[in-house]
């Protein structure tokens, strides 16, 4: 309460209790006189008091205004006092006060958005909830991770990511204060998770932090793939070489027929190593980046010829038709021949394995809005859906027998090479029905 109203609150009592005592005296008939004197004695009383109570000078309500201001949550920048008169010492001191409770705001409105800012950008998701499990903060990178759109914050966690692993981790951290970790996997097989529930401190609550692991273990899986293909496609050839030598020496040398057919049958076993060898290193150069494209205008149509005559003879023998269909008017396109000639290759190397005799094999081009895109389309015996989106990977052979000694690594140098170009390589294919090979190549 202030001083005025205090001091409003005396006088409107003290005539109060004058006009009552006036009024039941003179209606119980007691002596005027008497009671005129009773009254004047207590409004005496009443102005004493009054005086007592210490009444506000202009300066002082200015600075009540002014702090009252400042502690509703006004900017401090905005209360500010002019630093005259009697108090003026007061009003400079509390102008400087105000300043710097204007600066330390300032300050901690900036740490907090610099904290917000690295929240935003970290790829881990971040989810803050209160002791209720009601979500109060939360990153970009966990909206995009639970695909929250609509507003998730005020709702509870399990309301907005609907999991319940998740959930009864928080739970846990929740009811025993302590921090959680956890490896989730939803949808077995699909996506990985790490996860680390904190509790918040000095408050209750707690602070989740999600780690997408699904790619990193991708990549574990395909480096253990990959040493294990290796050594399976090493140890064939190296024991059929075994063999023959042992063979050899243990009097085969002897008859020059069998002798001379073991070396051939060598030779072919080191040739295989030997291009095994070419390939993947020719890979691992593709994927660092170490041998860079050397990008030339490329004509397709004289292209496709060049290629198609060099593997006719291949074609012949095989007792397939191998022809070339391309519209007019395609334009030239920016391109490493040498590389691109290599993927044409494998792709129809590819079709004359795959197709029986008497099958067709039809390399086309043609404009896209893009640029140009070359087909190479056989009658040979396809490839299963199930085996289909894993052919690009590096060893992977449908048809082992069929592969003619193949390494399994001509598609996947030739997706590399054609994705350095910027341009993408896909495959369709029936079993039974023949396939497909599609490449791109941005103009
Ligand atoms: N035209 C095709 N028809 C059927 N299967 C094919 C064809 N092209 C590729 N494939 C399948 O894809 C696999 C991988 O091909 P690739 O990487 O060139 O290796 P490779 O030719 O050494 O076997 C082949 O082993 C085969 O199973
Ligand atoms: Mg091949």
């Given amino acids: 309460m202030t001083d005025q109203s205090v001091r409003r609150l005396i006088i409107s009592a003290a005539l109060t209790l004058a006009a009552v005592f006036l009024a039941v005296g003179a209606v119980r ?9 009773g009254t004047i004695a207590a409004l005496g009383v009443s102005v004493v008091i009054y005086l007592q109570v210490p009444s506000m000078s202009d300066d002082e309500v ?12 006004e900017s401090p920048d905005k209360v500010r006092l002019v630093a005259i008169g009697e108090l003026a010492d007061v009003k400079h001191a509390f102008n400087e006060m105000a300043k710097r409770v204007g600066d330390r705001m300032r300050q901690a409105t900036a740490e907090l958005s610099h904290l917000e800012l690295m929240l935003q950008s970290v790829a881990d998701a971040i989810i803050m909830v209160d002791r209720h499990g009601e979500i109060v903060h939360l990153n970009q990178a966990a909206e995009r991770m639970f695909h929250l ?7 509870t966690f399990i309301e907005a990511v609907r999991d319940h692993e998740f959930d009864s981790l928080l739970k846990k951290c929740l009811s025993s204060g302590s921090r959680q970790e956890g490896t989730i996997e939803v949808r077995p097989g699909r996506r990985v998770y790490d996860v680390t529930v904190s ?6 609550g707690a602070a989740m932090v999600i780690r997408d692991l699904t790619e990193i273990k991708r990549l574990e899986r395909v480096r253990r793939d990959f040493v294990a293909n290796i050594s399976h496609e090493l140890r064939t050839p190296l024991a059929s070489l075994k063999l023959l030598a042992e063979t050899l020496k243990a009097g085969a040398c002897d008859d020059p027929a069998v002798a001379a057919d073991f070396l051939g049958r060598i030779e072919v076993e080191t040739d295989k190593l030997t291009q095994m060898v070419r390939e993947l290193g020719e890979l691992s150069r593709i994927e660092s980046g170490e041998s860079p494209l050397v990008k ?12 198609v005559k060099r593997l006719r003879p291949q074609a012949d023998r095989a ?8 519209v007019p008017g395609l334009k030239p396109v920016p391109a490493d021949a040498d590389r691109i000639e290599q993927v044409l290759v494998n792709l129809i190397h590819n079709a004359i394995k795959f197709t029986l005799p008497g099958g067709k094999i039809t390399v086309t081009a043609a404009t896209t809005p893009v640029g140009v895109e070359i087909s190479v389309k056989d009658t040979g015996v396809g490839i299963s859906p199930d085996d289909l989106p894993r052919i690009f990977e590096r060893f992977y052979k449908a048809d082992k ?11 996947a140098i030739a997706k590399h090479i054609i994705q350095a170009h910027g341009g993408d390589i896909r ?3 029936y079993p039974g029905k023949g396939a497909k090979f599609t490449f791109t190549l941005p103009g």
């Fill in 29 to 37: 008939g007691y002596d005027l006189t008497l009671l005129i004197a």
């Fill in 62 to 73: 200015e600075l009540e205004v002014a702090m009252k201001k400042l502690g509703g949550g």
């Fill in 149 to 155: 759109k609509e507003k998730a914050v005020g709702r």
């Fill in 199 to 204: 509790p918040l401190p000095g408050e209750p």
């Fill in 296 to 307: 030339k205008s490329l004509d397709i149509v004289p292209f496709i010829e060049k290629v």
């Fill in 319 to 326: 007792e397939l038709a191998l022809s070339v269909e391309t």
């Fill in 401 to 411: 027998a069929r592969s003619g000694g193949g390494t399994g690594l001509g598609l």
């Fill in 427 to 429: 495959a369709e294919s």
